[in-house]
């Protein structure tokens, strides 16, 4: 009797793990339903805020716009200034969150120190975008960029994504921007490190140093 219980007690927590783990399945597939519609859709809506509020900008303070709108976009560094087949898949957007007052910007051959935390767009699960990677040891956006308690990462520019090493190449210390990089100028098709292919990447970025 006793081995009776014994067995019908393993195969029900079998059949509960199971099912426990198709249930797991099934909120992953959703999470990541329509993946490549969505973040294409993500990112137009980016590209549409970004380029409405500069030409606004334009249009009101001239040569002066840049002192009175927080958005900025840039053409990957990959392509030459005068190319003219770039869609908006070909730059990133930038939201400037503060400024800092460094002079020049690092070459895609320097080495910089910086604070960041890169997310994916936000779901379902996680409003605010999957964290997939940042500096320091802390998760907590806060405290990713506190500079009493953490410390930022030290790497060269080249050995980045095109879409973030075009942003650094564009900021001055003690800039911290939030960048929004296609996935063309991101991981593309490839799936990388917890990122799902097609992936719009969302990076906060602070410059301290670059040499």
């Not at 195969?11 to 339903?33: A, G, H, I, P, R």
């Amino acid at each position: 009797m006793k081995r009776y219980f014994l067995f019908l007690f393993i195969t029900l927590f079998t059949v509960t793990s199971l099912q426990s783990c198709k249930d797991d399945d099934k909120e992953t597939d959703n999470e990541y339903q329509n993946w490549q519609t969505r973040n294409e859709a993500f990112f137009a809506s980016i590209n549409t805020t970004a380029t409405k509020e500069i030409s606004k900008a334009k249009a009101q303070y001239g040569d002066d716009w840049k002192d009175h709108c927080e958005w900025r976009a840039y053409q990957s560094y990959s392509l030459s200034l005068g190319a003219t087949s770039n869609t908006k898949e070909d730059s990133v957007y930038v939201k400037i969150i503060k400024s800092g007052n460094g002079s020049g910007c690092p070459l895609s051959t320097d080495s910089v120190r910086a604070f960041y935390a890169g997310r994916l767009m936000p779901s379902d699960s996680y409003a605010d975008g999957f964290l997939f990677d940042h500096s320091g040891q802390s998760n907590i956006i806060e405290n990713i960029f506190n500079h009493e308690i953490s410390k930022p990462a030290s790497f060269l520019v080249f050995t980045t994504t095109r879409g973030f090493a075009t942003a650094l190449q564009h900021m001055h210390i003690g800039d911290r921007w939030r960048v929004y990089i296609p996935s063309k100028l991101g991981y593309d098709k490839t799936a990388k490190d917890g990122i799902p292919a097609y992936s719009t990447l969302v990076f906060d970025i602070e410059l301290v140093q670059y040499a």
